[in-house]
Structures are given as C-alpha cells and as structure tokens.
C-alpha cells in the first residue's frame, strides 16, 4: 500500500493539481509553445526518471518507516540488557563437601609451615578440586616473646593459625581433645562436612583425598589408616594419628562428652579411636590403607611403611626436606615450572 503521502501526490497529479496549483497543459504549451516532437528513445529517457520516482514513492519509501518501527521495537532500551545481564548471578557449583585439615605442629616450626603453605597451596590453587577443603595450622598458646611477634606476622599474611587457648605444648597432654573441641566452637555457625587431625610430616595429595572421602558418609564416620600396621579392620585398634578423618557429629560430640572430657590425656591418637567405642560411636569407619602410608626407609621399621605409588593418598614421616624432596619429585609436583631467564635448573 503507498503511504498516505504517496496517495495524496498521486491524488494531485490525477487531479491535475502540483502543490496548490492547476495544471493545464494546454495553457503550459501557448506559453512555452508546442512541445517537439519526440523520439522513443527521448521519451524513454524522460519517462524513466518518473517512473523511479514513483516506485519510490509507492513501494521504498513506506517500507523504509515499516522497517524503522520494527528496529525500534525490537531494541533494547539503552542501559536495559546490560543491566539485566549483570543481575544475573554468577553458575557455580555448590562444593561436594567441605573439609577442614588442622595441621598440629609447634609454633617454632616456620619452614615447615612455609613448606607446607606451598604444598597444599598449589593444590588448592589448581582448580581441580570439588571439594572446599581449609588447610589451619594449629598450636598452643605461644610462651617465647619471638613467637609473640612472629606468629602475628604469619598471621597478617596468611591468616590460618589457630592457637588453643587452655593447653601448653604437648605431644600426649590433651592437645587433641582440645582441637576437636575447640573446633567444634570455632565453627559452629558455619561446619564443616569432615575435620581432619593431621600431623606436619605427612603430605597429603588432595585430589586423591577428595576422590576417596566423596564415597564416604556424612555422618558417624572415622576413617584413617588402621593401627596396628598388620590390620586392615577399621573396627580393630584406632586410626593412625598421622591423619584422620571424623564427620562433623563426631566433632560435636566430642566437644560435649564426658567420655572425651574425662579421658583427655593419654597416648591421644588410641584415645580417639576409644572415645568412639566407649560411647558407641563412629560406626561408619574406613581404612585408607595402602593408600595412606609411612615413608619406606631404607630398613623398613614396620608394615606401615611401602613404596610410593600412583594411587598413594598420603605419605607419613617426611621428616626432613630431603624425604620431602624425593617424595614430590615422584609426584611431578614441579611440573607446571615454566621456562624464565631468571633462573636455570638442572
């Protein structure tokens, strides 16, 4: 259809009417005298540059506000998409479970802590885990002045010390028992799924930890790597105190029990696993082992001790930076080492 403007000029021009005015031809030709005679060609020349002015009138020029008011329609309000689309929140997955690792160590121990900050640290900063895991390095109250200004400084930085307070440095003491509680309080508005008791001479592989603690329940659950080294019945013995794992009702429970309170010092690693039977507790229970191991000596000390091996968990007993060394250079852990003028190693 011609649009309104279109009809009214053809309208005009049927009418013999321009712009407010009569046209007669007759009149045009005793002014201007008689037009010559024209030929086809002449006529075709003058007759084609009308005929494009009409199709432009009828056809080109309503189509072109048709196809402006779609566009406008059809466009976004400035700053509207962008709004939105920033409203929207961000696709994460929810972690499989959340893990806390409290690393019981002495406060005079800084390069183990540093060595171990960067162990768990490149695993954690991986981005291959599916599981929120915390790694705390814990300790009693600090009683050197040294420590009372070296410990903050570790703290400004890293923010991961936990010092229990009510406990002096201990190997068999209470220590424990007053992580697990102290735990227990610390983050009671937030738990976590699992805690885990774990010594500063074990490396823990986390992606293989993640992989094996996914399969475990959520609740009244003990695993570790069952002590006596011959055994392999989680119901037999205790876990080995180099690292392992209680559910959170287990933690909870712990800090409220009489069981634990009153039996608190001891060999405290068999107390655990005894905490547990006394109060019926813990009836989930699984053995890591092999997985979770002693470092081989040379002359093996006992069956807890064997090689590395591809599926390994854990590896107990890096007592030096030597064994350390030997233990991560199995494991590739320097692979991501990128090429720099800055430093040669060969």
Request: with cysteine; charged share 20%; proline share 7%.
């Amino acid at each position: 259809m011609p649009s309104p403007p279109a009809r009214n000029l053809l309208k005009s021009i049927g009418n013999g009417k321009l712009g407010g005015h009569q046209l007669n031809p007759q009149a045009a030709m005793k002014r201007h005298g008689s037009f010559p005679n024209m030929s086809a060609s002449s006529k075709a020349l003058v007759l084609l540059p009308l005929l494009l002015l009409a199709f432009i009138f009828f056809f080109v020029y309503p189509k072109e506000f048709e196809l402006q008011a779609v566009m406008s329609a059809c466009a976004p309000q400035p700053g509207t998409y962008t709004a939105a689309r920033l409203a929207e929140p961000a696709v994460t997955r929810k972690p499989d479970f959340r893990l806390l690792i409290g690393v019981l160590t002495r406060a005079d121990l800084y390069e183990r802590r540093h060595l171990l900050r960067m162990v768990y640290g490149l695993q954690l900063a991986s981005g291959d885990l599916t599981a929120h895991i915390d790694v705390r390095y814990v300790f009693c109250r600090l009683y050197k002045d040294d420590q009372r200004v070296l410990v903050p400084l570790e703290i400004l930085v890293h923010d991961d010390v936990i010092i229990l307070d009510g406990c002096e440095e201990n190997l068999n003491g209470g220590k424990t028992y007053t992580y697990l509680s102290t735990v227990a309080k610390l983050y009671a508005d937030e738990p976590y799924d699992y805690v885990m008791k774990a010594d500063d001479d074990i490396f823990f592989r986390l992606p293989q930890l993640v992989e094996s603690l996914d399969a475990m329940p959520r609740e009244d659950m003990y695993y570790g790597a069952t002590i006596p080294c011959n055994s392999m019945d989680p119901f037999r013995g205790y876990m080995a105190g180099m690292g392992y794992v209680l559910s959170w009702d287990l933690v909870e429970w712990i800090a409220t029990s009489d069981v634990a309170r009153n039996h608190s010092v001891g060999t405290e690693d068999m107390l655990t696993g005894e905490w547990l039977r006394i109060g019926g507790k813990g009836k989930n229970r699984f053995n890591a082992k092999p997985a979770i191991h002693d470092y081989l000596n040379p002359v093996p000390v006992d069956e807890c001790e064997h090689a590395f091996m591809p599926s390994t968990i854990a590896v107990h007993r890096l007592k030096s930076n030597p064994r350390w060394a030997e233990t991560l250079k199995y494991f590739n852990f320097t692979a991501g080492l990128k090429p720099s003028k800055f430093y040669k190693i060969d």
